[in-house]
Structures are given as structure tokens and as C-alpha cells.
């Protein structure tokens, strides 16, 4: 079975670091594009970004670029999200889901369960 | 970038009507690489057409997409109490890969 799961909550102070995983399995991790979407509290989807596996290939969405980092590790089947200092902002549910072929233009067909970040002091 | 207008924003609708959903792009999305997503409360989001009329696998035939250029439909015949959730569409023919606001379909 094609899964992505998701690293658990995290509850984190403004100010602080974070970095989020999503571990793929049941393909071929390095074939596939992974992406991140964000959906803050009761909105709607946004798309952050993807990342080729297979050679760390990047694209950011304007909005995320600088403010977020999309990384890999093929090794272990893992995609990553971090943040270098936490805004009450990027307080949201954070998806990351595969597309559907191996191209970078496509939809994504599975999707990892979310992994809710909430940033308070 | 190529901003997405989803209408209506919330649909109310009684089981084994005919939905009709519809995603407006800002300018022409290539190919066409337009998708329609089901989130259901609580839950992640659902791939149910890609390619603007493709369906994704194990998608039931009520679900079926149309349209090109700039105007795209999502239809749902014979509506059933669970497809209460919230549809959105999303263009991957121009990065970045924009989502519409989306459209609550209400279930009376």
C-alpha cells in the first residue's frame, strides 16, 4: 500500500526552530515528487512547494520562498519541512502528498494524514 | 501566478440531486492540467479528477469534470449524504500550483 506518514503535533514558541517529516512507502520514493500544502485554521489550501527526491530538485511557491525549507532524504524514504523561526502565523495543519506521475506538473494523489503545528508563547 | 475562483462558495443541496461546481482561472491553464480535491471534515484532502475530466482511481462515475481555457466544472450526480465536504480545484499547468478558495457542499 502507497502511504506518506506524517511526524505528530508540535506545539513550539514564536521564535523557535521546527523541522516536520513525512516518510513515504510501498513505491519507489525517489521517482516521485512530494509537495506541502498549508492550511491554516478553518481556510483553505495553500501550496508551499515540491521536491524531487531523487535529486533534491526544489521549486518554492513566491509565497513560502525564504520562509520555509523543503529538504529530502532518499536514504530513509523522507521529505521534510522546516522553519528557522516560528511565527504565530505558521500556525496550521501542514499536508505533504506525492504526485501522481513522475512529472513536476501534476495533482497529487496521495496525501499524508497532516501534521497540525501550533506556534504560542 | 494563476489565481483560482471557486462559485459557488457554499452549495445546500438535498441527496440525489445534481451538484455543479465550478473553478474560474485568472488566464488559460495549460494542457489542462486542472484537479478537483473532496476534504471531508476532519480529514486530508481527496484526489477525485486530474487532468480536468480524468477520474482518479477508485473515484465513483457520479463524480465526473469538465472544461478548458479558463472555465472548469466539477459535476456530482445523485448526491449522497457522504459527499458532504468541502471541493476544491487546483491548476498544476503554471507553478506556483494555486488551489481555489473552495465550495462547501452542504448536504440538507
Known amino acids: 500500500e502507497v502511504q506518506l506518514v506524517q511526524s505528530g503535533a508540535e506545539v513550539k514558541k514564536p521564535g523557535e526552530s521546527l523541522k516536520i517529516s513525512c516518510k513515504g512507502s510501498g513505491y519507489s520514493f525517489t521517482t516521485y515528487w512530494i509537495g506541502w500544502v498549508r492550511q491554516m485554521p478553518g481556510k483553505g489550501l495553500e501550496w508551499m512547494g515540491i521536491i524531487y527526491p531523487g535529486d533534491s530538485d526544489t521549486r518554492y511557491s513566491p509565497s513560502f520562498q525564504g520562509q520555509v525549507t523543503i529538504s529530502a532524504d532518499k536514504s530513509i524514504s523522507t521529505a521534510y519541512l522546516q522553519w528557522s523561526s516560528l511565527k504565530a502565523s505558521d500556525t496550521a495543519m501542514y499536508y505533504c502528498?506525492?504526485?501522481?506521475?513522475?512529472?513536476?506538473?501534476?495533482?497529487?494523489?496521495?496525501w499524508g494524514r497532516g501534521t497540525m503545528v501550533t506556534v504560542s508563547s | 501566478e494563476i489565481v483560482l475562483t471557486q462559485s459557488p462558495g457554499t452549495l445546500s443541496l438535498s441527496p440525489g440531486e445534481r451538484a455543479t461546481l465550478s473553478c474560474r482561472a485568472s488566464?488559460?491553464?495549460?494542457?489542462?492540467?486542472l484537479a478537483w480535491y473532496q476534504q471531508k471534515p476532519g480529514q486530508a484532502p481527496r484526489l477525485l479528477i486530474y487532468?480536468?475530466?480524468s477520474r482518479a482511481t477508485g473515484i465513483p462515475d457520479r463524480f465526473s469534470g469538465s472544461g478548458s481555457g479558463t472555465d472548469f466544472t466539477l459535476t456530482i450526480s445523485r448526491l449522497e449524504p457522504e459527499d458532504l465536504a468541502v471541493y476544491y480545484c487546483q491548476q498544476y499547468g503554471g507553478s506556483p500550483f494555486t488551489f481555489g478558495q473552495g465550495t462547501k457542499l452542504e448536504i440538507k
Open positions: 502528498a506525492r504526485h501522481r506521475g513522475d512529472r513536476s506538473s501534476d495533482a497529487f494523489d496521495v
Open positions: 487532468g480536468a475530466s
Open positions: 488566464q488559460s491553464v495549460s494542457s489542462p492540467y
